[in-house]
């Protein structure tokens, strides 16, 4: 299991940092393998550059026939000296005029189309690929790295629980987290139970005493 989870660390190492000494990703190849995905989607209709950052779009994921422009282009490379490296680009982006009730119709195709407006830039062949690229050639590498018998139909054969279990491991610290919120809630609302019974409690018990006082005085007071 610790060999599966260096292996995938060093491959998600090598795709980004390379075997050797490899160009840097710039804003301008960002830009340009952008466009080369935008052209390459089978459900663009139309891609044509109008100036500096502007484009004539149409799609048919969506309903939108008008300009596209580039608002801003990021490269992010915070992470690219640490253990699982990455450099990610993201093309900031404005479709001039669509509605918020497209966006909500077409919620779906809206997001495939975004998600290729974030890119990950290969250092091995110098280049920007999606995120779906990125993790296809991650996988295949790790194949490699720990061989074709440690596969069956594609999955880990002795890894897969430990696999499955990193998946979900985002998942199961959140449900921890709102457990023990939720017990500390349902114990300090406890608490506050115990409080409100004690003291209805001795509020009974003063009345109590207050009829009893009451029932005693009475027969002197006939008298």
């Given at each position: 299991?610790r ?7 060093a491959v998600?190492?090598l795709?980004?940092?390379g075997t050797?000494?490899?160009a840097q990703p710039?804003k301008?190849?960002?830009i ?14 139309v891609f044509?550059?109008?100036g500096d950052n ?5 799609t048919?994921?969506f309903p ?10 990021i490269i992010d ?5 640490s253990?699982f490296?990455a ?11 669509i509605?918020d009730?497209v966006e909500?119709k077409?919620e779906r ?10 890119l ?13 690229d990125?993790q296809?050639?991650?996988?295949a590498?790790?194949?490699e790295?720990?061989?074709a018998?440690?596969y ?5 054969k002795?890894n897969y629980?430990?696999t499955?279990l990193l998946s ?11 457990a023990?919120?939720f017990n500390?809630?349902?114990a300090?609302?406890n608490?506050?139970?115990m409080?409100r019974?004690t003291l209805h409690?001795n509020r009974?018990?003063?009345l109590?005493?207050?009829?009893a006082q009451?029932?005693?005085n009475?027969?002197?007071?006939e008298e």
């Amino acid at each position: 299991m610790r060999k599966a989870a260096l292996v995938i660390a060093a491959v998600l190492l090598l795709l980004a940092a390379g075997t050797g000494a490899a160009a840097q990703p710039s804003k301008e190849s960002l830009i340009q393998a952008w466009e080369n995905i935008q052209k390459s989607d089978t459900e663009t209709v139309v891609f044509e550059k109008l100036g500096d950052n502007r484009y004539k779009f149409k799609t048919n994921r969506f309903p939108f026939d008008g300009e596209l422009r580039i608002l801003n282009v990021i490269i992010d490379d915070r992470f690219s000296d640490s253990e699982f490296a990455a450099v990610t680009g993201t093309i900031e982006y404005d479709l001039v005029g669509i509605s918020d009730e497209v966006e909500k119709k077409y919620e779906r195709s809206y997001s495939l189309w975004k998600a290729n407006n974030t890119l990950y830039f290969d250092s091995e062949t110098k280049s920007w690929m999606p995120a779906r690229d990125y993790q296809v050639k991650a996988t295949a590498r790790a194949r490699e790295m720990m061989g074709a018998e440690g596969y069956i139909e594609g999955r880990p054969k002795q890894n897969y629980w430990w696999t499955a279990l990193l998946s979900w491991l985002p998942f199961l610290l959140l449900i921890g987290f709102w457990a023990l919120l939720f017990n500390r809630i349902g114990a300090k609302r406890n608490r506050e139970y115990m409080e409100r019974a004690t003291l209805h409690m001795n509020r009974m018990e003063n009345l109590l005493e207050r009829i009893a006082q009451s029932v005693e005085n009475n027969p002197k007071q006939e008298e």
